[in-house]
């Protein structure tokens, strides 16, 4: 079993819609949870940034851990087309430089 | 403020060949990580250097070798290349103490 399970996609949505994407893990060690989204032929950006359970928000972004569940969320809201990228759950077991694991990433497309 | 650099953006090899790949890190980032993405997987880990020495190292054979200079830029070396060895490759730049991974664009290399 993998560390961390991502379903890659592809999802396709139109604009303005609810989007969800979802991670599970198995390490019950993890306590830091990122977001990266890749745009093509890009390197990784942090999106979200959370620590151990609960909500984080940021504009049309919402980052969800459930530590009891091994279950991460990323809600994206009115999406936009420049939303359209692939998105790569990540964890950490502890701060600072420790090795980041990623999800297989789940790529999104927007249709205006 | 420069981010992290890597060069080249892309490479063509042939099997059995080396290759060595390069980057610089962001401003004020003592540590260097590097990793391998092939296509539509997550980023997996190879390994990491501070104080130009080898951190942590993934699950990578010794044939991924790397180097990092007093001026924190980072070389990654692949010896006897494999067509399996055929993916872009991040460097990702950190503080030690605070992490804030950033990551550059990557070289992709493909072997042929």
């Known amino acids: 079993q993998k560390e961390v399970e991502q379903d890659p996609g592809p999802l396709s949505v139109p604009e303005g819609a609810i989007v969800s994407l979802n991670c599970t893990y198995s390490n019950s060690a993890f306590q830091y949870f990122m977001w990266y989204r890749q745009y093509s032929r890009k390197g990784p950006e942090l999106l979200m940034y959370t620590y151990s359970s609960g909500n984080k928000e940021d504009g049309r972004f919402t980052a969800q851990v459930d530590k009891s569940s091994k279950y991460i969320s990323l809600f994206i809201r009115d999406s936009q087309p420049s939303d359209s990228a692939t998105y790569l759950c990540?964890?950490?077991?502890?701060?600072?430089?420790?090795?980041?694991?990623f999800g297989k990433g789940t790529k999104l497309t927007v249709n205006p | 403020d420069a981010g992290v650099t890597q060069s080249p953006t892309h490479l063509i090899k042939t099997r059995g060949q080396q290759v060595t790949l390069r980057c610089s890190p962001k401003s004020g980032h003592d540590t260097v990580s590097w990793y391998q993405q092939a296509l539509g997987q997550g980023p997996q880990f190879i390994f990491q250097y501070y104080e130009e020495e080898e951190r942590q190292r993934g699950n990578f054979p010794d044939r991924f070798s790397g180097h990092q200079f007093p001026n924190y830029s980072s070389e990654l070396n692949v010896n006897a290349l494999l067509l399996g060895d055929s993916a872009l490759y991040l460097c990702?730049?950190?503080?030690?103490?605070?992490?804030?991974?950033?990551f550059g664009s990557g070289t992709r290399l493909t072997v042929v």
């Open positions: 990702a730049s950190s503080s030690l103490s605070l992490g804030g991974y950033t």
């Open positions: 990540a964890m950490l077991t502890q701060g600072g430089s420790e090795k980041l694991v």
